[in-house]
């Protein structure tokens, strides 16, 4: 089944304690991307990627790290969480072949740091 | 600056009544829109997207470029589509997605 796998679901972790949050997608997508979800402020991105080796800046980066070794995997890194980091993530993909083409999202990952 | 706008954090519609979810866009160019859907412990996932004018699960979205909305309809709605609707843009890169705030839509029995 074409999907995109996010891991873990949930994750409660201190302020301070690096975590990661992978993200792996079985449909040979070029394009990838993190989005975290605040009540009020919808999806905002964080990062993304266009291919292996290539990424850049979404709107809210500060605080976030990512890489792309490998196309089927984008994980999102948190080296010093804070609270502010509490949110809903998602990782999306999607195709580069036309740019109307639709995302595909992961299940998401509740994250809250204390 | 390129923005969406959902005015409208929750709507509230009894079923059988048309509903219309709002969205406004800032953008200088030809914008291209989507409406994405996310039902109850499922995954974010796209309902339709302008350039196909397509209907999808009864509900449609007209572009108007003079008022510059994308509003989401459906004539008669129904307990399923309670769900969050956002409104997305692609603007000036082919990559980017821009995200309205999203509309919680619960639908009365």
């Keep these: 089944e074409a999907q995109v796998t996010q891991n873990p679901r949930y994750l409660i972790t201190v302020t301070g304690k690096k975590l990661t949050v992978t993200c792996s997608q079985n449909m040979n997508h070029e394009y990838m991307s993190w989005y975290r979800q605040d009540p009020g402020l919808g999806l905002r991105q964080i990062y993304y990627s266009m291919n292996v080796e290539v990424t850049d800046k979404g709107d809210v980066p500060e605080g976030y790290k990512v890489s792309r070794k490998e196309k089927r995997n984008f994980p999102l890194i948190l080296e010093s969480p804070s609270p502010n980091q509490t949110s809903l993530y998602f990782c999306a993909s999607r195709g580069q072949t036309a740019p109307n083409e639709k995302l595909f999202f992961g299940s998401g990952t509740q994250l809250s740091v204390l | ?109």
């Design chain 2, 1 to 109: 600056a390129q923005r969406v706008t959902q005015p409208e954090k929750l709507l509230s519609v009894f079923k059988g009544a048309p509903v219309e979810l709002k969205c406004n866009y800032s953008y200088s160019g030809s914008p291209e829109l989507f409406w994405y859907v996310q039902y109850s412990r499922q995954r974010l996932q796209l309902l339709l997207r302008h350039i196909s004018r397509e209907s999808i699960k009864g509900f449609t979205a007209d572009l108007n470029k003079g008022e510059t909305s994308f509003h989401l309809k459906k004539p008669f709605a129904q307990e399923e589509d309670s769900a969050m609707y956002y409104c997305a843009l692609r603007g000036d890169s082919n990559y980017q997605l821009i995200w309205g705030a999203g509309t919680k839509l619960i639908i009365k029995p």
